[in-house]
């Protein structure tokens, strides 16, 4: 089953602040969220585990609540290079990542 | 290498033919992924191995669809009579411990099917 992320779509100014968000069906024990831009392989952006942690680096944080197998991804100050496609890579402990279904963002200037 | 690396990156082919795909992993990584991008679209599970095993094939659209992976290395995805709806970027990515640690992506290799 496909994690459903939330918005599909999303168009900021530069400086705003924006919340992704990846849902899935199944008991998950790991999160990773990656972003896409166009005609682009995937970047890692960051992991998170089993334990609801909650990590960031620079303006880019995520937390991971298990109990409701749940990921949010939140971007804050939003920069133009921001822009491209979030995907949520889920894994319930059989080593299969899952990608959600993807929310693309763009910054405007 | 330095990163994962695809091959060809890019693939026209006619309907019915077969096609194989290649990827080079990151020396050293032991579990590696395929997946299919249909344009403007998600990433589309396919197969992962851990070491030569695949564990779980369950993602592979048909019987059309094989991977095998050598050598903890290389692996190579085979596509049968190729239809045009098998047309997408077909991406690889290694990882050096499955759900633990971060996954890297190749570019990619374009297929199309005329």
């Known amino acids: 089953q496909q994690p459903v992320q939330s918005p599909q779509a999303v168009i900021l100014r530069e400086g705003e602040d924006a919340v992704i968000n990846c849902s899935s069906s199944?008991?998950?024990?790991?999160v990773h969220w990656y972003r896409q831009k166009h005609g682009e392989a995937p970047v890692f952006l960051m992991i998170l585990l089993k334990g609801g942690e909650q990590k960031g680096h620079d303006k880019i944080s995520a937390s991971f609540n298990e109990k409701k197998q749940q990921s949010s991804l939140y971007l804050t100050a939003s920069q133009l290079s921001y822009s491209g496609t979030y995907f949520c890579g889920t894994d319930s402990g059989t080593y299969k990542y899952i990608f959600g279904t993807g929310t693309r963002l763009k910054v405007l200037a | 290498g330095a990163g994962v690396s695809q091959s060809p990156s890019n693939k026209v082919t006619e309907k019915g033919k077969d096609v194989e795909l290649r990827c080079d992993p990151i020396s050293g990584h032991t579990a590696l992924y395929w997946y299919r991008q249909r344009l403007g679209q998600g990433l589309e599970f396919l197969i992962y191995f851990q070491g030569n095993s695949a564990p779980d094939k369950s993602g592979l659209p048909s019987d059309r669809f094989s991977a095998e992976r050598t050598g903890e290395s290389v692996s190579t995805l085979t596509i049968q009579r190729t239809q045009q709806e098998d047309s997408a970027v077909y991406l690889c990515?290694?990882?050096?411990?499955?759900?633990?640690?971060?996954?890297?992506f190749g570019q990619g290799t374009r297929l199309t099917v005329v």
């Open positions: 199944k008991a998950l024990y790991s």
């Open positions: 990515a290694s990882s050096g411990r499955t759900g633990l640690s971060e996954a890297f």
